[in-house]
């Protein structure tokens, strides 16, 4: 599913791209680092900005590419210090992009550990009974320009945030592929805009901060396998069996553990780097000891690290998290099997963060007005 724009986004090219566009003008090779550095190092926001370029230029840039595809609807800051951020897209699609600023101990904000929340697709098709992205399904597929669109609209509020002139980008400690949508679904689209996203001469963010997660396409796995791009997986695994996965996520009904856990073992061993497997804890479904003695089992054999989410219930669905004594009897579990575990403290409650809430909130709103 695509949507095919009257212009495409300038922020879907690469230098290679972008050079090619320009020679077929005419133009200079040099044009191209000269536009991507008004873009992503100077952050301009209109084409007049940029004004070492002849006007003649940049008329061309405004007939033949988009400058923003995204524009910032809504950006709600939650009490515990979670931004999210609602675009919306040309053809007026909505997505989210989430800022995480983590305070560590005894220090001030500006200290945080900061991750950003990026989406890959409007809604999402892998169904997963616990999620609110999937509720009604796919829309469509980001484009390149429309994922990387949305780490310059976190620049922008950041550079308005912060005192300095310019904040950069690098100050984010990890970039996390987990927004809206299944990222391995959009392959192509994914790995041209990390391409972008990592390059001297887009965003310039390392490949080791920045984590794919996926629900367990593993052709898609396999093929990220083989890819030496330096990016960090993580899996949704959010059961420890065949049983509790089907339940849940229909997606193991094509992917069962059988094919799941070689595929990742198969990233890991080629990356050299360990996987993170994401377990969301939720009530009576997958929080019993049996689960974390086999999600334990898996873990270490894989060498993976694990990453415990109390779930976040969404309106209209049945799920609950469970209760902190119960959260913690299941980490105290892998703790004595001597896995590597997180229990993740809530971010974003307050305001809906949890994947595809709020885009859900907005699209009931805007149904009930229409
Ligand atoms: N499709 C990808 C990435 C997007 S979802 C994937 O499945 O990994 C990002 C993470 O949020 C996934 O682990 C997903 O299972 C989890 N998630 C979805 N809804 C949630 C909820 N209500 N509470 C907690 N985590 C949730």
């Known amino acids: 599913m695509k949507f095919e724009p009257e212009k495409p986004p300038l922020t879907g090219e690469t230098l290679d791209s972008l050079t090619l566009r320009l020679k077929e003008q005419g133009e200079p090779a040099f044009r191209a680092r000269q536009i991507l550095e008004w873009i992503y190092k100077k952050r301009a926001r209109s084409w007049d900005d940029m004004s070492n370029l002849p006007k ?13 595809p995204a524009t910032l609807v809504l950006g709600k800051q939650s009490l515990d210090i979670t931004d999210k951020l609602l675009l919306e897209l040309r053809d007026q699609s909505l997505i989210e992009t989430v800022i995480i600023r983590a305070p560590q101990d005894g220090v001030g904000l500006e200290h945080s550990r900061k991750t950003i929340c990026i989406s890959t697709q409007v809604g999402c098709a892998m169904a997963c009974a616990f999620c609110a992205s999937g509720l009604a399904g796919l829309k469509r597929d980001l484009s390149a320009g429309e994922i990387v669109a949305q780490l310059l609209q976190v ?17 984010f400690d990890n970039i996390v592929v987990m927004g809206m949508g299944e990222p ?8 041209r805009a990390l391409t972008i996203l990592n390059a001297e001469w887009g965003l310039g963010f390392g490949a080791r901060r920045i984590t794919v997660s996926t629900s367990g396409l593993v052709p898609k796995i396999l ?13 949704s695994l959010h059961g420890a069996t065949d049983e509790v996965r089907d339940r849940i996520m229909p997606v193991n009904k094509a992917y069962p ?36 003695v086999k999600l334990s089992e898996i873990a270490r054999d894989l ?29 105290r579990i892998l703790e004595e099997a001597r896995v590597s575990v997180t229990l993740r403290r ?3 409650h307050d305001i809906d963060a949890a994947c595809g809430q709020l885009r859900l909130k907005t699209e009931r709103d805007r149904a009930a007005v229409s």
Request: charged content about 25%; glycine content about 4%; hydrophobic content about 45%.
């Open 56 to 68: 003649s230029l940049r008329a061309w840039l405004a007939d033949t590419f988009d400058l923003s």
């Open 155 to 171: 620049c922008y509020r950041e550079d308005a945030r912060t005192q300095r002139a310019r904040s950069e980008l690098a100050s």
């Open 184 to 191: 391995l679904a959009n392959y192509d689209a994914l790995i």
């Open 223 to 235: 093929k990220l396998a083989d890819v030496p791009l330096g990016f960090r997986l993580a899996i």
């Open 257 to 292: 553990l059988e094919k799941l856990i070689p595929a990742i073992r198969a990233f890991s061993e080629n990356h050299g780097r360990m996987v993170t497997l994401e377990f969301i804890l939720i009530e009576d479904v997958n929080d019993a000891l049996d689960q974390a």
């Open 303 to 331: 060498h993976a690290h694990v990453n415990l989410i109390p779930y976040n219930s969404v309106e209209g669905l049945p799920w609950k998290r469970p209760s902190l004594a119960r959260q913690e009897r299941f980490v």
């Open 346 to 348: 809530e971010k974003g």
